[in-house]
C-alpha cells in the first residue's frame, strides 16, 4: 500500500473558482471527484494531499526592514554619528568616552585569566557547541563562585550567555510583552531602552538624584508604576554614574518592587567594582520575597570585554518564578548557542585563580584616576563633576547658563573636541542632559593633561565674567 501510494502523483486542473484532481498512477488517469473551493488546489506529497492557495506573483521587489530592525535604535550612536567631531591637529586627541578598560593598553586582564584561557584551548574539548545554557561545569563554578548562603545558588540557577548585553536581553525577553512597560534609570545604560523598545515594551524612566550621589527618587520611582509594568531594572554599581548604593537603600528599592508585585533585574556588571570604604550588596542578598535576575559577567571586572561572557543568576525566592520563567529562558537561550564554549572551559579556573592583588590593584587605579579628575574640576567654575564611589565612570554637570556658546551638552562636547582634542560623552545620550561621562581608565599622565585641557576651554568660553576667563579671550 505504500509504494502504491508513493508511486501515484496528481494533475491539478483549475476551473473558475473551483478545483478537480485528477490522479496518475503508472500512466493512467485515476477519475476524481473533485473539491469544491475558492482558489483552492492540491498538491501531493509523498503521496498525500495537502489543499493550498494558489499564490499571486509579486511584480516587483519590494524588500524591508522589519519593524523590530526599524524600531532598534542606540541612543549613544544616534548623538555621537551626528556629531561633527574634528580634533584639533595639534593636539594628540584623548577619547574619555569609550567604556572599554582595554583600549589604551594600560589595564592588562592577569596572567592566570590568560593561562586559563590557553590550558582550554590546549585541551581540546571546547571546540564543539556548548548546551545552549552552557556547560553544567562552568555554571556549577558561577553558582560557587557567588553563592552565599542569605542567597544560595546551583548550577540549575545560572544561564550563561553572550556576555552581560545578551544576559539583559534575556531577562527583559522573558518578563516582559509587547505594550508593557518597564522602570529604567535615568541616568542609564541606553542599552536597557534600545532592547525595549525594539520589542514593543515602553521605557518609564525613573530619576536618580545627582545631589545624593545619585540615589533613586523613591517617590517618583513608585508614581510610575502601573499594571502593564512587568520589571524595574536597577544598575548598582552604575554607569554611566559610578554611584554605588548603599545596603539602606536598595533595601528601601526592593520594598517598592515588593509593594507592587515586581520582579527586579539586577544588572550587576561592576559588582565588587568598589572603591577601599565603600561595600556593595547583591540585591539578592537582600531581597525576602521579591525574585531577582541578576545579570554580569567577566567583562569589567576581568578586564576582557571582548570574551562575551555574561550570565544569569536566577534568585527566585517564594518559587515565584517557578518552572516557567526557568523554561522561558532556556527556550529564548536557545535562539542562539550561547556564550563561546572555550571561555566556558576556562571559566572555573578564571574564577578561582585569579589572585585578590588583581582585583585591588584595578581598583586602586580606578580610584586614584577618578580623584584626580573630581579634584581638577571641582575648581573649574560651571563644572559640577560627581565624585563615584566605583565601576569605571564618572559625570559632571555643566552650568549651562556660564557657557552661553554652547546650545546644550551635545554642542559643548562637540567643540571641546574640535578645539582640546578631548572627546567626553554628552549625557544627552542617556537622557540626561547638561553632563557629560568622563570614562576613567585612561592612563594617569592622560587623565592629567585632558583636565588640564577641559580646564582650559572652560575659561575660555566662560561668560560669568571671571578675570581667567577674559585673560584667555586673547
Known sequence: MTSRMENKSYLVQMNGNGVHNKSIENGKSLSG????????????????????????????????????????????????????????????????????????????????????????????????????????????????????????????????????????????????????NILVPCPGFSLYKTLAVSMGIDVKLYNLLPEKSWEVDLLQMESLIDERTSCMIVTNPSNPCGSVFSKEHLQKIIKVASRHCLPILADEIYSDMVFPGCSCSSMASLSSDVPILSCGGLAKRWLVPGWRMGWILIHDRNDIFGSKIRQGLVKLSQRILGACSIIQGALDSILNNTPPSFYSKTISFLKTNSEICFNELSTVPGLNPVMPSGAMYLMVGIDMDRFPDFKNDVDFTERLVTEQSVFCLPASAFEYPNYFRIVVTVPEEMMVEACSRIREFCQRHNRAGSTESTDLDH
Open 33 to 180: 471527484n473533485g473539491v469544491n473551493g475558492k482558489d483552492l488546489h492540491h498538491v501531493s506529497v509523498r503521496g498525500a494531499l495537502y489543499p493550498s492557495k494558489a499564490k499571486s506573483r509579486r511584480q516587483r521587489w519590494d524588500v524591508r526592514p522589519s519593524e523590530m530592525a526599524n524600531n532598534t535604535l542606540n541612543p549613544i550612536r544616534a548623538i555621537v554619528d551626528g556629531m561633527k567631531l574634528t580634533p584639533n591637529p595639534e593636539k594628540p586627541m584623548i577619547a574619555l568616552s569609550i567604556g572599554d578598560p582595554t583600549v589604551f593598553g594600560n589595564l592588562p586582564t592577569d596572567g592566570a585569566v590568560l593561562q586559563a584561557m590557553k590550558d582550554a584551548i590546549d585541551s581540546q574539548k571546547y571546540n564543539g557547541y556548548a548546551p545552549s545554557v552552557g556547560y553544567l561545569k562552568s555554571r556549577q563554578a558561577v553558582a560557587n563562585f557567588y553563592s552565599r548562603p542569605e542567597a544560595p545558588l546551583e548550577a540549575e540557577d545560572v544561564i550563561l550567555t553572550s556576555g552581560c548585553s545578551q544576559a539583559i536581553d534575556l531577562a527583559i525577553s522573558v518578563l516582559c510583552n509587547p505594550g508593557d
